[in-house]
């Protein structure tokens, strides 16, 4: 038996969830723990269920017989003695490692963020995560958005009111790039040694200059969880444009804002950019993976983590931008 533990935000689920998949459809007898990943991390649950997904939970024997984590006092007191027995690989780097298709009686902890693990079936991996079955299941549920702010067209001081359908037809009749800033626990001091200084506002210029040289009539949507920063820095910008008599970049850009507790709609409405423009996170490289616009341009920062080899995770559809 292989169990897969579930854990960090949904991008990385769908990495686990993939890799689920893979090692089932080679045939072996693959189980999920979807409570241990979550147990110290208050934010975080499993968050794949929007996508009417299956799959067989390990049991809590099963759990304690493959971590050797039994109560009982006699196996407190083996442990102690003689060190625990547990049966578990803890992802050591970022690379690809097919030797992980090959194994059984292990319990794996990572995120497995490569394409590589489910190369065999992308296909089926691209129906089961398909964005438009998401969409369905964000309007039944009434996760369209709550009008919650300003619809941030940038030139704009009238701000009207942003749903996800209306942004859904802007983005469907434009061509339009997904701009994903990623910030909030990116900045905690404790993930600014791994995530920081690679995501810059040179990256983002670049990156954005790079998809205007390609696409001149492209329109920008900023995605971010870190709304009324973005906001400020557009206006600080657009002052200053307006200083120099250069608009640049301002006319063609929207902060998207649907309030609260907008992941999953934020998540369909990058996928269904014609291209993107992505942050150092898998929640945007899942949607620029989703989008099935045959045409489309994905460009990445050329660092994904400080000190990492993740030369695996880009894949043959994504451009390096420099990351300054």
Not at 114 to 124: G, P
Not at 194 to 199: A, V
Request: hydrophobic share 35%.
């Amino acid at each position: 038996m292989i169990i897969i533990q579930l854990a960090g935000g949904l991008g990385n689920q769908m990495f686990q969830y993939a890799l689920y998949l893979q090692l089932k459809s080679l045939g072996k007898n693959v189980k999920i723990d979807d409570v241990a990943g979550f147990a110290q991390d208050e934010k975080r649950n499993p968050a794949l269920y929007p996508f009417d997904i299956t799959y067989e939970c390990a049991s809590k024997k099963e759990l304690v017989h493959m971590l050797d984590s039994s109560p009982l006092p006699w196996s407190r007191l083996r442990r102690k003695l003689c060190g625990r027995k547990k049966k578990a690989y803890f992802e050591a780097d970022k690379c690809f490692h097919p030797e992980i298709m090959t194994w059984d009686d292990i319990y794996l902890e990572g995120y497995w963020q490569t394409e590589k693990y489910f190369a065999d079936i992308s296909d089926d991996i691209k129906k089961i995560y398909d964005t438009d079955k998401l969409l369905q299941y964000i309007r039944d549920n009434n996760l369209t958005g709550t009008a919650a702010g300003p619809a941030a067209h940038a030139e704009e001081t009238d701000y009207g009111r942003m749903t996800m359908d209306g942004l859904l037809a802007r983005i469907e009749t434009t061509e339009s790039v997904s701009v994903h800033i990623r910030r909030g626990d990116y900045l905690l001091p404790e993930n600014l040694e791994l995530f920081g200084d690679i995501c810059t506002e040179s990256y983002y210029e670049n990156a954005m200059e790079q998809m205007k040289s390609e696409r001149p009539d492209c329109r920008f949507y900023l995605f971010t969880n870190d709304k009324e920063w973005l906001k400020g820095q557009i206006v600080k910008r657009t002052e200053t444009n307006m200083q120099n008599a250069d608009k640049g970049f301002i006319d063609d850009i929207e902060v998207v804002d649907l309030g609260e507790q907008s992941d999953y709609a934020e998540f369909v409405l990058m996928s269904k950019c014609k291209h993107n423009i992505l942050a150092n996170s898998s929640f945007s490289w899942w949607a620029s993976y989703l989008n099935h616009n045959p045409n489309k341009i994905v460009l990445a920062p050329d660092r994904w983590l400080n000190g990492w080899d993740c030369k695996d995770l880009y894949r043959n559809d994504m451009r390096k931008v420099n990351a300054g």
